[in-house]
């Protein structure tokens, strides 16, 4: 079973993935792919926003308890979606 981070970094990727894909895709076509991929790439984001609601009640509470583990948690996501987006 995955942690909420790692199932989060998954949501990510995958949000990544679609966009870069959309992008790829609307350079100079119309139609029913360019659809079909706006679709995945907005449940894609929809997906990742619900987690990272869902994580941030969880955290709230445990960054009143623990704040340097919140710094540490924040600074690794910051880390992973900076190497994320640097993948260009």
Same mark, same amino acid.
Do not use: C
């Given at each position: 079973? %995955?942690?909420?981070?790692?199932?989060? /970094?998954?949501?990510?990727?995958? /949000?990544?993935?679609?966009?870069?894909?959309?992008?790829? #895709?609307?350079?100079? %076509?119309?139609?029913?792919?360019?659809?079909? $991929?706006? #679709?995945?790439?907005?449940?894609? /984001?929809? #997906?990742?926003?619900?987690?990272? %609601?869902?994580?941030? =009640?969880?955290?709230?509470?445990? !960054? =009143?308890?623990?704040?340097?583990?919140? !710094?540490? $948690?924040?600074? +690794? !996501? +910051?880390? !992973?979606?900076?190497?994320?987006?640097?993948?260009?």
């Amino acid at each position: 079973m %995955q942690s909420p981070s790692e199932k989060l /970094v998954q949501d990510l990727r995958a /949000v990544i993935g679609d966009a870069e894909e959309l992008l790829e #895709a609307t350079a100079g %076509q119309s139609g029913e792919r360019i659809g079909d $991929i706006r #679709a995945r790439a907005e449940k894609s /984001v929809r #997906a990742a926003r619900e987690r990272l %609601q869902a994580a941030a =009640h969880d955290f709230n509470g445990s !960054v =009143h308890d623990s704040p340097w583990t919140a !710094v540490g $948690i924040a600074a +690794g !996501v +910051g880390l !992973v979606a900076g190497i994320l987006l640097a993948r260009k």
